[in-house]
C-alpha cells in the first residue's frame, strides 16, 4: 500500500492537493530529493530531483 493510500485509507476526508503532491513524490522517489518552497507559512511549490544511479 502507498503513502498516499494509508494516508486516506478512511476515505472520510480529501487531502489538501499540497500534501497529495508531497506524498506522490515520495512514493515514487527511489533516490533524490524533495524541496518545499514556503510563503508566509504556506506551502507554495514542490521541486523534486530525481537521481539515478548506475552499477560500476
Same mark, same amino acid.
Given at each position: 500500500?502507498?503513502t498516499?493510500?494509508?494516508?486516506?485509507k478512511?476515505?472520510?476526508?480529501?487531502?489538501?492537493r499540497?500534501?497529495q503532491?508531497? =506524498?506522490?513524490a515520495?512514493d515514487? =522517489?527511489?533516490?533524490?530529493?524533495?524541496q518545499l518552497?514556503?510563503?508566509?507559512?504556506r506551502?507554495?511549490?514542490?521541486?523534486?530531483?530525481?537521481r539515478h544511479?548506475?552499477?560500476?
Amino acid at each position: 500500500m502507498s503513502t498516499v493510500e494509508e494516508a486516506a485509507k478512511d476515505g472520510s476526508e480529501q487531502l489538501p492537493r499540497a500534501i497529495q503532491t508531497v =506524498l506522490e513524490a515520495l512514493d515514487k =522517489l527511489k533516490f533524490g530529493a524533495i524541496q518545499l518552497t514556503v510563503h508566509e507559512g504556506r506551502l507554495v511549490q514542490v521541486d523534486v530531483t530525481e537521481r539515478h544511479r548506475y552499477p560500476n
